[in-house]
């Protein structure tokens, strides 16, 4: 779905300084072109981005095109702050490391929150019947215990020690395999999972999903990937990873209500929820109301 097709309205404005003063994504950097105009709509905000005389990303409001906002490159991403940018971009140090395979996977409106992807993102439990034969099968559908915590310092939300039994965990993946998981959430709309590579036992696969949010209860999702993967094409991994986000679509469209609810009674929780749970409470104390119902 185009942002052509989605109606704005006033409602969908944020004024909540806990996403307003954030960097959020808008385009992928190679859709930023000399000479043309990339039109897109970021927290109920119609913007323009352009390449200036100095190849870099200057962003204005549709609106009033004299007012130019925050805009950075980085992840293979347009990024912007509508507010008053009060902390730097989050840091994905491997996407430095040379041999990695960096691919924008896609552009794919969703009606759905940002919040509610990326609780789901979160979730392993889903594997076996969303994404049957891929990143999951039955039997193996127990989520074993796992551990959560949000990191002192950086604040950033952590999931660790968990295990899945995949039958193609990567498009490297030669057989199934027990795939261990970290998961990381350093943004309210961003999640980050590393994940065994079947090329590199020392190391890990970097997966994310960038969550641009249109409106309160609707993105543009920006799959981002950090691959050890010398033998694919950038076509092949951009197709597998767009199938499993097409598995995925439906079952975030059909969830109601589309904005997450942060109130611990409103939807009942399981043991495996552990990890959504604690990033419910996260959003919580960070002051986010936007794309939540809150407590």
Known sequence: MSV????????????NPAILNRWHPVAPSHAVEAGESHFTVLLGVEIVCRLNPAGEPEVRLRRDPATCVPAIVDYGCVWVCLGEPTE???????????????VHAGTIGVNVSAPRAVENFLDMAHFPYVHTGILGVEPYTDVNDYQVHVDPVTNDVWATDCEFWQPMAATTSTTGQMT??????????????????PVDAQR????????QPVG??????????????????????????????????????NQLPKCLPLDPRAERPIRADRA???????????????????A
């Open 4 to 15: 052509a097709a989605w109606s704005l309205n006033t409602s969908d404005r944020c004024t």
């Open 88 to 102: 730097a971009l989050f840091t994905i140090e491997e996407a430095g490391e040379p041999d990695r395979r960096i």
């Open 180 to 197: 261990d998981y970290l998961y990381r959430v350093p943004h309210p709309f961003n999640v980050i999972l590393y994940k065994t590579t």
């Open 204 to 211: 890990m696969d970097v997966i994310a999903l960038f969550c």
């Open 216 to 253: 309160p209860d609707r993105i543009i999702a920006h799959p981002f990937l950090c691959l050890l993967d010398d033998e694919n094409t950038t076509a092949s991994i951009r197709a597998f990873q767009l199938r499993i986000f097409a598995q995925d679509k439906p079952i975030l469209e």
């Open 276 to 294: 959504a749970i604690t990033y419910r409470r996260w959003l919580s104390d960070l002051g986010v109301t936007y794309g939540v119902i809150p």
